[in-house]
């Protein structure tokens, strides 16, 4: 059990995947408002220098690692310094640093289906959640907006182009959109925008020959190595469609992709009237966390001016679903429903982690997801457990086909 007895003076943070990007970008935003917000706890996977390094600038009250060895090692290393921070280890102790009473803000960042469990323990608890890791709502969006709205959770979305999407959205419930209709607030549809990833140009026979390095080059943004490929396979544009589904009840047909090269226009709300609404800025994700922190204030995020001048020009073309399947393929599974948008993560975490380990090619993880969707049986969703049967056996799916393709 965790200590609950010392007071609450500001505002108590956790961030889950602090060794992250988008963690270390969360405390770069917290540490410019110490006024204000206090780190209460980090948790990592098995990086022991990095949330070492961390637990020494930050002092949170927990560590937590998933990995035990990692939090035994860890726990050496800070009693070395006398530190007072407490190492946890595992999914549970995960959950607990995200609904515990001392905490008012989850950064939900850590990546793929292993943020799913700490981010319902956070929305069960009335937390608000500044939603990173896209793949909860992906798995389980239904019962993840359940949960947040039963336990009366704010839910603010940190992924850029959803965060563009909700600062430009009429502000209803106290900023939540999923209980109205897109009809109701006056929306034709939303405009995701894409950069459009290193390979935009590329024809079909230069992306089978794509290489790891390659793949890993974003050429606007710094980000983990998971959401990088996703990003050039496109896979993240159709993870976010889904995303956007359920943070903003739209049906797969009323949300478009754009793609935008220079990723400054983060994505577009169309009224009604003609309007068409956006939110610019410089490509940083300080923005985002920032808003989420402060919202509804404003915070200053250290994200430097856009300069409109020597940007000159904004581009956009529609996606190519034939050279960037991944796209086709998640609204495939957006509009199959139930288990299909998890049993589609599953096997895309799987790919991409198979072509980062240059096992397969860039082209096989489409095939590899396309293979494992269409042997799937698809399910209604009822519960976290049969989520977590439907994530295994299609990770199971997964690495068999790509044993066969080796
Ligand atoms: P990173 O790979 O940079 O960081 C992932 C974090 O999660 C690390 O702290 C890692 O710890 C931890 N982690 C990894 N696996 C596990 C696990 N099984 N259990 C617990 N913790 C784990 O990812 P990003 O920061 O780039 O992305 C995080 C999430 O945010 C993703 O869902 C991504 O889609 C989303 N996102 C990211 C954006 C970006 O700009 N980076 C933009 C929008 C959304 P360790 O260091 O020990 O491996």
Redesign the pocket.
Known sequence: MLDKSSPQKLQYVTIL???????LHTLDVISQHTERFGVFAL?????VK?LFALCEKYAPKYAVM?QEPAATALSAQLKDISSTTVVLHGEAA?CEVSAHEQVDVVMA????A??LHPAMAAAKAGKRILL????TLVMAGNLFMQAVLDGGATLLP???EHNAIFQVMPQRNGGSLADSTLASLGVKRVLLTASGGPFRNSSLLELKAVTRTQALNHPN?V?????TIDSATLMNKGLEVIEAHWLFNAPAEKIDVVVHPQSIIHSMVEYIDGSILAQLGNPD?RTPIAYGLGYPERLSSGVSSLDLLSTARLDFCAPDKLRFPCLRIAYEALNAGGTAPAILNAANEVAVEAFLAEKIGFMDIPNIIDYVLSAANIENVESITQLVAVDLLARQTSTAKIKALC
């Open positions: 995947g602090a060794t992250g990007t988008i963690g948790s990592a996977n098995n990086n990095g998933l995960l960042a850590i990546v793929g292993a943020g990173a890791n896209k793949e940190i992924d850029s943004w980000m983990g190595p998971k959401i994700m």
